[in-house]
């Protein structure tokens, strides 16, 4: 894993505004590690919900390599 370019809390709390205006239904979590945070996304996401995952190259990448 590599350093965040910002915190989980304020990026949950900033995702809690946009929510909170669409009323969309995002949901949001903080984890230790990119295969901890794609497992306790996948375990909670529905047949019909869209699971995003994104970040830096290597947060993406290192997701991606899970779900291939």
Do not use: H, W, Y
């Amino acid at each position: 894993d590599v350093p965040r370019g910002l915190d989980c809390d304020e990026l949950i709390k900033r995702m809690s505004m946009v929510e909170s205006v669409s009323g969309n239904g995002l949901r949001a979590g903080c984890s230790g590690s990119v295969a901890a945070a794609v497992s306790a996304a996948l375990s909670e996401a529905s047949k019909s919900d869209l699971v995003l995952i994104f970040g830096s190259f290597f947060t993406v990448s290192a997701a991606r390599e899970l779900l291939l």
